[in-house]
T-cell receptor
Framework: EPEVTQTPSHQVTQMGQEVILRCVPI?????FYWYRQILGQKVEFLVS????????KSEIFDDQFSVERPDGSNFTLKIRSTKLEDSAMYFC???????????FGAGSRLTVL | ELKVEQNPLFLSMQEGKNYTIYCNYS?????LYWYRQDPGKSLESLFV?????AVKQEGRLMASLDTKARLSTLHITAAVHDLSATYFC?????????FGSGTQLTVLP
């Protein structure tokens, strides 16, 4: 069964450092998403991406965040200068045109020290 | 602002018992989802409910949707330990999902 793959599975970084989280969505999907989940809390929407541009973003997705689809297969989330409160599990998801279900990746756990 | 509220947030139940998780939401939507999450794992899609009165069943889990009441339920029948997980409902608006807070279910032997 096709799956969304994410790397790294866990990253530890110092506050103020840049982090790039990578995702390979399912190959024929057109809509891509990043969500995050702070430990023990609910899943929160960050950003959606379609046709090589951001289609929606939440209040969480401020100027420190950016997304990119550099090569037609990868979908990346960059945090320019990490803060302690960015520590969370970050989930990538994708869906196809007309599809009902978002398929989530296994997540990338980010720990900011 | 779209709100999705689940209750209970925590649920311990004995094996073999039945229980229902409730999901209320604040605005109309065309799709409601139920996801399962095991500790430290990703979100696994369980059900997609598309219309009023929709009912879907998979094994010991049954989900229903009442769009007039803005309520979805996830009913657990004769619980078994393998069902222990956190269950999230999520509502679609535009093309993104708004999640409830989750219900952490523990099934005790």
């Amino acid at each position: 069964e096709p799956e969304v793959t994410q790397t790294p599975s866990h990253q530890v970084t110092q506050m103020g450092q840049e982090v790039i989280l990578r995702c390979v969505p399912i190959s024929n999907h057109l809509y891509f998403y990043w969500y995050r989940q702070i430990l023990g809390q609910k899943v929160e929407f960050l950003v959606s991406f379609y046709n090589n541009e951001i289609s929606e973003k939440s209040e969480i997705f401020d100027d420190q965040f950016s997304v990119e689809r550099p090569d037609g297969s990868n979908f990346t989330l960059k945090i320019r200068s990490t803060k302690l409160e960015d520590s969370a599990m970050y989930f990538c998801a994708s869906t196809g045109s007309g599809a009902n279900v978002l398929t989530f990746g296994a997540g990338s756990r980010l720990t900011v020290l | 602002e779209l709100k999705v509220e689940q209750n209970p947030l925590f649920l311990s139940m004995q094996e073999g018992k039945n229980y229902t998780i409730y999901c209320n939401y604040s605005t109309t939507s065309d799709r409601l989802y139920w996801y399962r999450q095991d500790p430290g794992k990703s979100l696994e899609s369980l059900f997609v409910l598309l219309s009023n009165g929709a009912v879907k069943q998979e094994g010991r889990l049954m989900a229903s949707l009442d769009t007039k009441a803005r309520l979805s339920t996830l009913h657990i029948t004769a619980a078994v330990h393998d069902l222990s997980a956190t269950y999230f409902c999520a509502l679609r608006s535009a093309r993104q999902l708004t999640f409830g807070s989750g219900t952490q279910l523990t099934v005790l032997p």
